[in-house]
């Protein structure tokens, strides 16, 4: 069964794309009752043979859920153009991971040569190492090459294919930023629909990052509840996610964010939010029975 919802046919230097089965589109209210068992297995190791998430940057937590840690370097030293040309196949065969990488160098290049780059220097050079307009000037070298190519450095591209390609990690950024996905707010005012497509597409990446035991989607769920801007806001459902998330990765930060959360609401409100963790937890962190990692 293919659950694909707001589905991105590659083009360019991909002909097409399919999201891995069961992968996409799935909001977390809906596993309960369409695909409850198949989710509760499916935990870190199952998704990086999938290529879905790079191993090497799992770190696991409680149960199903881990975090994800990605190194600073997003490539190897030398051409760009190279590297990303050498993923280009991987990822015409559904590698989430190599059309994530491809973003992420396609990022890395296009910040290198923002204008942005030159006015931050000059604002704050005296904190800089001292070597760092060499780097920048290594990095730009061999950056070339990509930004010449416009099917290479369309970041817009690899973002929207690596995340309906099933990674959790593009859809974190897919969520977190709007402007990377359509464009600025001239074109949200031309296509409205765009916006409401953008929105709903959103919510289901991150809900199904949430039953995959993502904590990035967990904590992503917690604020888009809070701000209302992808979804109607609601401060139980903000506060919910918000104590998965302290349960499952207990930190000093996210227990202060589920303080500030509780503030203002009721006795009442507070129930609520708990009773919500609860079956949130069960349905994106707890192993069945026999599945203990």
């Not at 198949?38 to 190791?45: E, I, N, Q």
């Not at 499952?248 to 930060?253: A, C, E, I, L, R």
Request: glycine letters at 8%; one cysteine or more.
């Amino acid at each position: 069964m293919l659950i694909l919802t707001g589905g991105f046919v590659a083009s360019r230097y991909l002909t097409s794309s399919q999201a891995p089965e069961g992968q996409v589109g799935l909001p977390l209210a809906q596993v309960a009752t369409v695909t409850r068992a198949s989710y509760r297995r499916v935990d870190a190791s199952v998704l990086a043979a999938q290529h879905l998430i790079d191993p090497g940057t799992v770190r696991p937590l409680a149960g199903r859920a881990f975090s994800i840690e990605r190194p600073r370097e997003r490539r190897p030293p030398g051409d760009a153009a190279l590297f990303a040309k050498a993923l280009v196949p991987a990822a015409g065969r559904g590698d989430a991971v190599a059309s994530y990488r491809l973003y992420l160098i396609a990022a890395e290049c296009d910040s290198a040569a923002s204008p942005d780059v030159v006015e931050t220097y000059r604002m704050t050079r005296h904190l800089l190492a001292p070597d760092y307009t060499a780097q920048l000037a290594r990095q730009l070298e061999e950056c070339e090459g990509l930004l010449m190519d416009p099917a290479l450095s369309d970041r817009r591209h690899w973002l929207k294919l690596s995340a309906v390609q099933g990674s959790p990690e593009a859809a974190l950024i897919y969520a977190a930023s709007i402007e990377e996905v359509i464009g600025g707010p001239a074109q949200w005012a031309r296509h409205p629909e765009q916006v409401i497509a953008y929105k709903r597409q959103a919510m289901d990446y991150l809900f199904n990052g949430a039953a995959q035991g993502y904590v990035g989607a967990l904590s992503s769920l917690s604020q888009a509840y809070e701000s209302g801007f992808l979804t109607p806001a609601d401060p139980v459902k903000a506060l919910a996610y918000r104590w998965v998330v302290q349960q499952v990765d207990p930190s000093p930060g996210s227990e202060g964010l589920a303080h500030r959360l509780e503030e203002g609401l009721s006795v009442q409100q507070r129930s609520d939010a708990r009773r919500q963790a609860a079956v949130i937890h069960e349905e994106c962190c707890v192993n069945l029975a026999g599945e203990d990692r």
